[in-house]
Nanobody, 123 residues
Framework: DVQLQASGGGLVQAGGSLRLSCRAS????????IGWFRQAPGKERERVSG????????YYEDSVKGRFTISSDNAKNTVYLFMNNLKSEDTAVYYC????????????????YGQGTLVTVSS
């Protein structure tokens, strides 16, 4: 049974930084992708960033390119999202989700997703 546990959200001022973590368990190989999507109140779910555990390929939504960095520590089965230069529009509940590969993740064909972690950016 694949499980994801997200953590690291909090309150930060605009221009500040946060690191989100998504710890995965239950995978039997490295052939999967994990990434983050977010949902702000009254808005649709939005992709943020994803990474292929197998080959390290990454995806970033245009709105976070140059500010966010995704990485994986395969020894810890954990994916990190480093968020820098945060803006008020980054305020949302962030969810991590897993798929069989990055293409499936981009298509939101999630095999599993974790609970959300709230990121609040004050201006």
């Amino acid at each position: 049974d694949v499980q994801l546990q997200a953590s690291g959200g909090g309150l930060v001022q605009a221009g500040g930084s946060l690191r989100l973590s998504c710890r995965a368990s239950g995978f039997t190989s490295d052939d999967y992708a994990i990434g983050w999507f977010r949902q702000a109140p009254g808005k649709e779910r939005e992709r943020v960033s994803g990474i292929s555990i197998r080959d390290g390929n990454t995806y970033y939504e245009d709105s976070v390119k140059g500010r966010f960095t995704i990485s994986s520590d395969n020894a810890k089965n954990t994916v990190y999202l480093f968020m820098n230069n945060l803006k008020s529009e980054d305020t949302a509940v962030y969810y991590c989700a897993a798929a069989v590969d990055l293409i499936a993740w981009l298509g939101t064909a999630f095999a599993s997703y974790g609970q959300g972690t709230l990121v609040t950016v004050s201006s």
